[in-house]
């Protein structure tokens, strides 16, 4: 087999929103070959993750259980009208977060780009992610003490796989409705890879 189905990679991304979403880090395992490579771009300050990590324990640890202890009610979304898998690789998948910081009470709005790299695992007969790269190109952190803003940005957005059509008509009636939404009008568009070149 020389490309990954595209139904391995939809149910693989599927299974590691999962994951991270709900805080079930048992799941990495069956999405990452054992000695993935998880590396990370970071275009703000306002969120900090290690530049590289190796493994499934450790990934899981970073981008599930200490994830999950400082965020909840998570979710992400991949936003794009169509997956589409080049040889091993989904490049520059955008994606959208929602979610709540309850140690600042605050409301979190991130986006950026994911790029996944794919290699067949002949002992399990199984495609599985080798290379994980997250770019954040942007991260807002913004004051929710009740959960309102958190829960009016959640509603009504198909999850996790968001056309960015959707996105856009969503948070553009958002911004005109309710004016402590109106930042959202920065997250109206998926975000973009920073350049073709992000090493993995």
């Not at 805080?23 to 990452?32: C, D, N, Q, Y």
């Not at 970071?42 to 981008?63: E, K």
């Amino acid at each position: 087999m020389t490309t990954p189905p595209l139904a391995r990679c939809r149910s693989a991304l599927e299974t590691y929103l999962d994951a991270k979403d709900n805080t079930r880090a048992e799941r990495i395992a069956e999405v990452f070959a054992p000695d993935a490579v998880l590396t990370f771009s970071l275009a703000t300050s306002n969120i900090a993750f290690p530049a590289r990590t190796v493994g499934t324990a450790a990934i899981a640890r970073t981008l599930v259980s200490d994830f999950g202890a400082q965020y909840v009610q998570c979710r992400t979304y991949y936003v794009c009208d169509a997956l589409t898998v080049s040889g091993h690789e989904i490049e520059a998948l955008p994606w959208l977060v929602l979610m709540r910081e309850p140690a600042a009470d605050a409301l979190r709005v991130g986006h950026g780009v994911y790029r996944w790299t794919f290699g067949f695992d002949a002992a399990t007969d199984e495609w599985r992610v080798t290379h994980f790269h997250i770019h954040i190109a942007r991260m807002d952190v913004v004051p929710d003490p009740d959960g309102a803003l958190l829960a009016a940005l959640q509603d009504g957005l198909s999850y996790p796989w968001l056309t960015p059509a959707a996105l856009r008509e969503r948070f553009e009636t958002l911004a005109r409705s309710t004016p402590a939404l109106a930042f959202i009008h920065a997250f109206a568009a998926p975000a973009t890879s920073p350049s073709p070149d992000v090493s993995m």
